[in-house]
């Protein structure tokens, strides 16, 4: 039964995100109307053939908006965690390999970034260096780093403790070489599982940032925008804040469920083998 259920998240998790990824293709080469083309002739319009999600209040068709927002969904997901766990696993390595006055540092560098709720301190950076992509990109970057440094650090302190690594050492390898082609595969599966599951919160801090009106700024179509658009037409128009707002819950609960059954599948490999040994 267990089984069942852990393979069941990571297929589910598996299908909705290549729903929203085959969306997120088909973009690159089709798009029903240009995402920011205004019609004045059709301002919220009801789902038609012309326009199958009906038209925003602009008269934008937000099919097309849903399609082109996947960009900035999986790109700046995808790009924020990327540089958290770029940053995180050379501090996190470095900390767990080396110890002493180095681990203390880089843990109370840590402590601190973490003493700040990761939203404020986005918001702060945005707010200090503008809302442009890239900033919206390094600002979640920089709130992903803790959890990889630490899962990184304690993968580290453990394994550098075991015989082949001494021997390696005894052998005169060098310390870069045993960190990274001895050490760090031993934590690729731990970092996917972090990973995937950094995805789904970069995804909704981006969505909460733009719905606050300080994350991606117009022309560029986000889900998280749109949301804030919608907000004054909740009551004549609620499919203009539904579609975006199940785009954005499909998406997080996707790779939520995807970093939990590869997670679940991680911990039954880990117990088959100490079953064997």
């Not at 402590?111 to 890239?134: C, Q, R, S, Y």
């Not at 780093?145 to 060098?174: D, H, L, N, V, W």
Request: hydrophobic share 50%; with cysteine; net charge positive.
């Amino acid at each position: 039964m267990r089984n069942k259920c852990r393979n069941k998240n990571l297929v589910i998790g598996t299908v909705l995100i290549a729903f929203l990824l085959g969306m997120l293709l088909v973009s690159f080469f089709y798009l029903p109307y240009p995402p920011n083309k205004m019609d004045s002739a059709n301002i919220l319009a009801m789902p038609s053939r012309e326009h199958l999600l009906g038209t925003d209040n602009f008269g934008r068709d937000i099919l097309s908006r849903i399609m082109k927002g996947s960009w900035m969904a999986f790109g700046i997901g995808f790009g924020a965690v990327i540089i958290g766990m770029t940053i995180g696993v050379i501090f996190g390595a470095i900390a767990g390999y080396f110890g002493g006055w180095i681990d203390e540092l880089v843990m109370r560098l840590m402590d601190a970034k973490m003493a700040f709720p990761g939203v404020i301190l986005a918001l702060v950076m945005i707010t200090v260096f503008g809302n442009g992509i890239g900033n919206m990109i390094l600002a979640l970057g920089i709130m992903a780093i803790p959890r990889f440094c630490r899962i990184t650090r304690t993968g580290f302190m453990q394994i550098k403790e075991m015989e082949y690594i001494k021997a390696a050492k005894s052998r005169g390898i060098s310390d870069f070489r045993i960190m990274v082609f001895h050490i760090l595969p031993n934590l690729s599966s731990s970092l996917l599982v972090t990973f995937t599951l950094g995805i789904s919160s970069a995804i909704l801090s981006e969505a909460g940032l733009s719905f606050l009106g300080l994350g991606i700024q117009p022309p560029h179509p986000s889900w998280g925008r749109m949301l804030f658009e919608a907000q004054s037409y909740l009551l004549t128009d609620p499919l203009y804040a539904v579609v975006p707002g199940i785009m954005i819950t499909i998406l997080v609960l996707g790779f939520n469920l995807l970093g939990d059954g590869l997670r679940d599948n991680l911990d039954h490999r880990m117990s088959q083998r100490e079953e064997k040994s």
